[in-house]
């Protein structure tokens, strides 16, 4: 089975509501699985930037949310700064910020990078893509906690070039 093959597969179960499939031959065996709990994360991380979004039209008015008040800090303090650059996400997936859990983490506040370093991986449906700094300069503040689900375009991280 060749890799024009495969895509076709993919395209094909895509489309169709087939929940896995499975194909053996001699020395080849490929399955192919679609998740319904990738759908059900992406529900769950939108609420979660709603009320983010939310939080300092809110912030102002309501200190009360003690929890809310520190995450709706960390874009004030942000915005303001105008030479920075935020790293989005490219994808929706799970980031995370180490290659494996007993590795150091890729990137931590005060590093410098430069475009083509690895700083992140996202997960998405059981495949790791590695997220390579587009920017050179020096990171400012992470965004998002590790093992977190992440939509695309969400940002992850503030760069200072």
């Not at 076709?8 to 896995?20: A, D, Y």
């Not at 912030?59 to 960390?74: L, N």
Request: proline share 11%.
């Amino acid at each position: 089975m060749d890799f024009r093959q495969i895509q076709e597969l993919i395209k094909m179960i895509n489309k169709s509501n087939i929940g896995e499939l499975t194909i053996e031959q001699k020395d080849f065996k490929i399955s192919i699985r679609q998740k319904e709990e990738n759908v059900t994360q992406i529900v769950q991380s939108s609420p979660m930037q709603a009320p983010a979004l939310a939080v300092p039209q809110a912030q102002p008015a309501t200190p009360a949310p003690a929890g809310g008040a520190t995450p709706a800090e960390k874009p004030k303090t942000t915005e303001p700064a105008s030479n920075t650059i935020t790293v989005k996400s490219p994808m929706i997936g799970t980031f995370y910020r180490k290659p494996s859990p007993d590795k150091p983490n890729f990137v931590d506040e005060g590093d410098i990078i430069a475009p083509g370093k690895i700083i992140c991986v996202i997960e998405a449906m059981k495949l790791f893509n590695e997220i390579e700094a587009e920017v050179s300069g020096k990171i400012i503040k992470v965004l998002v906690d590790d093992a977190s689900p992440v939509e695309f375009d969400q940002p992850l991280f503030i760069v200072e070039p």
